[in-house]
Structure formats: structure tokens, C-alpha cells
């Protein structure tokens, strides 16, 4: 799977509706979107990596309607409880910091804590909608042989490098440096 997920996700969420919901200008939610979804994807992935955060994050993405990220994605439709929850098990403790990181980047810190809990359930549809493409079926079957994290680690593949190269882009090492040391301690989803 080559797909770009940051991409993916960005090209077909209602991004007017986004703005309107989080009362920030289309443009500045665009640049906050495709921060705050490789931080989402590289969280996922990193619980994903032990056998135990693999089969909490498969528990969870069973839980996920994959319809909520298929078509044009209406950010009205997100539990923003759902997705407060869904983040806080990504981040752990470790949220707000990954969030001043992200506001770092050049994005309004509150633009991201404001869009954090709407994109999280969008991520795990996303997720849930790959990962049964993948296994042909339920999610559950992803369990086992590292599956699960062999479809997030494809579908990260462009996430880092998502709207231009790495010089333009800070969230490689926003990625690499934040994300990677702390969100193994995080709480698994």
C-alpha cells in the first residue's frame, strides 16, 4: 500500500466544514491537519510495535466505524468525547507535550488541542478501513504475525514526508525526535 494516508485522509475531509467547526481560517486548518495526522499515524504505530499495544489498537479499531473515514469526510459526524479519549491513549502522558511540539511547527497550539480529538477517530476509521482491506476481513484477524503494525507500517510510509520534502516539512523530526521516545510510553489503544 503506497497510499499517502496524510494525504489520503487530507484530500477527502470536508475541510470548510473543519475550519467552521474549529472557527480557524480553511488554510490554517490545512496546515494543522497534515501536522497533526503524522503525529495521530506515528503514535498508533509506536503502540503498535509491542505484541500487547498491537491487540489493544486491533480492540480499538474494531470499535471504529471504517465508514466515518470512506468518501468525503464530514468532521460533524466525530465524537469529539470519543476522539479526547482516542488521543489521550496515543499520547499518554505525553500529549501535551507532543502538542506544544506540533504548535512549534509554526501552527497555533490551540488549533491543534482544538483539532487533536476530531482527527483521532478519523485516524482510526482510516486504520480500521485499511487494516480489513488488508486481512480480508474482521480486524481481529490482523491479531498475530504483526500484521497490524505491518499495515501502519505502510501506511506511514509518506507520512512523514506529507506536503513537500523533509527541508519544507518539520514533522520528520517532529516524528523522530518527540513521537518516537515517548510515545512507547504511552498508554496503548
Do not use: C, W
Not at 9 to 23: F, H, Y
Request: proline share 4%; charged share 15%; no cysteine.
Amino acid at each position: 500500500m503506497s497510499t499517502d494516508a496524510v494525504q489520503d485522509i487530507l484530500g477527502n475531509l470536508d475541510l470548510s466544514k473543519l475550519s467552521q467547526q474549529v472557527g480557524a481560517d480553511p488554510s490554517e486548518v490545512q496546515d494543522a491537519v497534515a501536522k497533526v495526522l503524522p503525529a495521530l499515524l506515528g503514535g498508533l504505530h509506536a503502540n503498535a510495535q509491542d505484541p500487547g499495544g498491537e491487540a489493544s489498537l486491533a480492540q480499538a479499531l474494531a470499535q471504529h466505524d471504517n465508514d466515518l473515514a470512506t468518501g468525503t469526510i464530514d468532521p460533524t459526524e466525530v465524537d469529539p468525547a470519543d476522539g479526547e479519549k482516542v488521543a489521550a491513549h496515543i499520547f499518554g502522558s505525553q500529549q501535551d507535550q507532543v502538542v506544544r511540539q506540533l504548535g512549534a511547527t509554526g501552527v497555533s497550539g490551540g488549533l491543534v488541542q482544538k483539532l487533536m480529538p476530531l482527527l483521532a477517530p478519523i485516524v482510526m476509521s482510516y486504520l480500521a478501513k485499511r487494516v480489513t482491506g488488508s486481512t480480508g476481513g474482521a480486524v481481529g484477524g490482523a491479531i498475530g504475525g504483526g500484521v497490524l503494525g505491518g499495515v501502519l507500517s505502510q501506511v506511514l510510509q509518506g507520512a512523514g514526508s506529507a506536503g513537500g520534502s523533509s527541508s519544507s516539512n518539520p514533522m520528520g523530526g517532529i516524528l523522530g525526535d518527540v513521537l518516537g521516545g515517548l510515545l512507547g510510553q504511552g498508554t496503548k489503544k
